[in-house]
């Protein structure tokens, strides 16, 4: 990567599959921006990089730190410091407080919460020293309440939010933009298209739409940033 490249806005997308992180990819690829990519699976990563020329794959399990730190190293040494960082990995383990597997929940915690503090605390240095940057965290309606059956997830994803709004008391006087996105209905990606085959278009909220909540984000000026933003389907009851 040539100094010249490297003029341009670097994002960081944690979470890349065939729904939000993958829309997430190309809306800021499409926005001039070079995007590393971070997910367990390559597949859906290799595609984008082939697909889009300023696309990086980095395999990774954002729950194991040593692993966070290479692929953090790495994105440095290729792409430079980022300019946004989208945390849209998660983990939704369902159950009653009776059947859920503490193994389990200990999972939805470190890859909601745990391992989104380990990647923060790699890029906030450079944003600090710049006086600028982004960190948005994806939610899910879980972030909001809990359900009977959410105890692993709601658990994980209630304390992700606490982890943004803390980050973005800490960061806010520092020029990082800190936000959520509340993504309260079910995504339009095919395993959700196949458990609600029955359901209209209009059921879904759409990737695309909710990448062009977060470019909206990035835009904001600093007199009237947002923190927490709901993404929901004009039909949701909520």
């Keep these: 990567m040539t100094d010249a490249a490297k003029q341009s806005p670097m994002c960081i997308v944690v979470g890349v599959g065939p729904g939000n992180g993958a829309a997430f990819v190309r809306r800021f690829a499409g926005e001039g921006y070079r995007v590393a990519m971070i997910a367990r699976s390559s597949e859906t990563m290799n595609a984008l990089a082939t697909e889009l020329s300023g696309a990086h794959a980095y395999q990774c399990d954002i729950s194991d730190t040593t692993q966070v730190a290479t692929a953090f190293a790495g994105i440095a040494s290729d792409l430079g410091p980022a300019d946004v960082l989208i945390w849209n990995a998660g983990k939704g ?3 009653s407080p009776e059947d859920i597997h503490l193994a389990d929940f200990e999972m939805a915690w470190r890859t909601n919460t745990f391992g989104a503090l380990a990647a923060a605390k790699v890029v906030i240095p450079d944003m600090k020293a710049r006086g600028l940057g982004h960190i948005y965290f994806i939610g899910a309606t879980a972030s909001l309440r809990g359900g009977a059956n959410s105890v692993a997830f709601a658990s994980a994803k ?8 803390s980050l973005a008391r800490s960061l806010w006087p520092h020029g990082i933009h800190v936000a959520l996105v509340v993504v309260d209905g079910v995504v339009d990606e095919p395993l959700m298209r196949a458990r609600f085959a029955e359901k209209p278009d209009a059921f879904f909220v759409k990737p695309e739409d909710i990448a062009d909540t977060l470019v909206m984000l990035t835009r904001q ?18």
Excluded at 158 to 165: E, P, V
Aim: glycine share 6%.
């Design 93 to 95: 383990v369902w159950g």
């Design 158 to 165: 209630s304390a992700q939010k606490s982890l943004a709004q």
């Design 221 to 238: 000026r600093r007199s009237a940033w947002s923190f927490e933003l709901e993404a929901r389907p004009f039909g949701e009851i909520w």
